[in-house]
């Protein structure tokens, strides 16, 4: 984060605010969080914690009957980057 807690305001992505963030199948992209040690080495990713793009918190995503995940957000009105945690 640059500049400190509550100060980053850009998205995570270098692209339009209004380009589609989606695979060419047409799912959602789903961006693993990684960990790192205070020391900067590399300790892995969470798992079934993503990062997803224009959700609105708390929906429900879904592939046919199954459930993906849980959206966790800033907002239940406007869509905005948001949390996918996995089901």
Do not use: E, K, W
Not at 16 to 24: D, F, G, I, R, T
Not at 40 to 52: A, C, D, T
Not at 56 to 75: E, K, W
């Amino acid at each position: 984060m640059v500049g400190g807690a509550g100060v980053q305001t850009n998205r995570f992505g270098d692209f339009l605010a209004s380009a589609s963030l989606v695979s060419p199948n047409g799912d959602i992209v789903r961006i693993p969080f990684s960990q790192l040690s205070t020391a900067g080495n590399y300790l892995g990713q969470s798992r079934n914690i993503y990062i997803i793009r224009d959700a609105i918190s708390r929906q429900t995503y879904t592939s046919g009957a199954t459930t993906v995940g849980y959206v966790f957000g800033a907002s239940t009105t406007g869509a905005s980057d948001s949390v996918l945690l996995g089901a």
